[in-house]
């Protein structure tokens, strides 16, 4: 199925239902969450995933499980999606939480096959034996890097978010502090406890997860400027270091 709302078939006897949808540029899908389970594929451009506990980056040929009845919202950079929607009971092993993972050639060529099937496609013969196989190649996937957790209270979620918008790396714990009315030692304390990282540590991943949808569209060396690294060099390393992929392989060129 294609361009389909999956309102009008989720009520279709089956554990797997796979909907292709294209989207214009820019697109954002606002708060919502689905019933069943979501296996998210941007077979071009980039999606970023919002949840209340986090922030997640989908570079192209990858996908993210989001789990049912997840409140989530989706920014669509480019994107033409293929997704299986998948009844909880049929996957007791989905993560718990938002997870980015790894879409190889076998798992990539029955997601396009599987988005050609009718919602009520037959569950016996190569339909079905698709649909099944899906799930063992998705149960089978390795989870990868691309995210941050957002603390839990408002105001530290706030300053996340705004900063993840907009990557400044001329703030310091100093400024943060002072927006929330407290010391620089306990800011940080109560960041860490919230997050498990460092305020430092935090910005200095957001600003390498937001380099990620600026690669479609920049040169590496115009994206290290633009995120305040002393050389494309400097980002490349730590860009390499985060992801295991140097920035280079998510390029237009590329």
């Known amino acids: 199925m294609k361009n389909v ?7 279709v006897d089956r554990a797997v239902l796979p909907i292709g949808t294209d989207y214009p540029p820019g697109h954002v899908l606002d708060w919502h969450e ?5 296996f998210l594929y941007g077979a071009t451009g980039v999606m970023v995933v919002d949840t209340a ?8 040929e990858r ?6 009845a997840t409140q989530h919202r989706v920014r669509m950079l480019g994107v033409s999606t293929r997704s299986l929607y998948v009844e909880p009971d049929a996957v007791p092993w989905w993560p718990a939480t938002c ?3 790894d879409v190889p050639p ?3 060529e029955l997601l ?5 099937f009718e919602a009520d496609y037959s569950l016996s013969g190569r339909e079905g034996c698709i649909a099944t196989l899906l799930l063992h190649e998705v149960a089978a996937r390795t989870p990868l890097p691309f995210h941050v957790a957002l603390p839990s209270s408002a105001d530290l979620a706030e300053l996340c978010r705004g900063y993840l918008a907009a990557p400044d790396v001329g703030v310091t714990n100093a400024d943060w502090a002072g927006r929330t009315a407290l010391s620089e030692r306990a800011f940080t304390r109560r960041f860490r406890s919230e997050t498990g990282e460092s305020p430092a540590v935090w910005r200095g991943r957001a600003r390498l997860l937001a380099a990620v949808p600026l690669l479609r569209t920049a040169s590496v060396s115009d994206v290290a400027g633009r995120l305040g690294y002393a050389s494309p060099a400097a980002f490349t390393a730590a860009f390499t270091r985060l992801f295991g992929l140097p920035p280079s392989r998510f390029t237009a060129a590329h």
Request: no cysteine; net charge negative; hydrophobic share 50%.
């Open 34 to 38: 689905h019933r069943r389970a979501q």
């Open 106 to 108: 076998l798992l990539r």
């Open 53 to 60: 506990e986090g922030t997640w980056t989908v570079p192209p």
């Open 99 to 101: 997870t980015v993972v």
């Open 112 to 116: 396009l096959s599987a988005v050609e």
């Open 63 to 68: 996908a993210v499980l989001i789990p049912a």
């Open 5 to 11: 709302a999956l309102e009008a078939v989720d009520h």
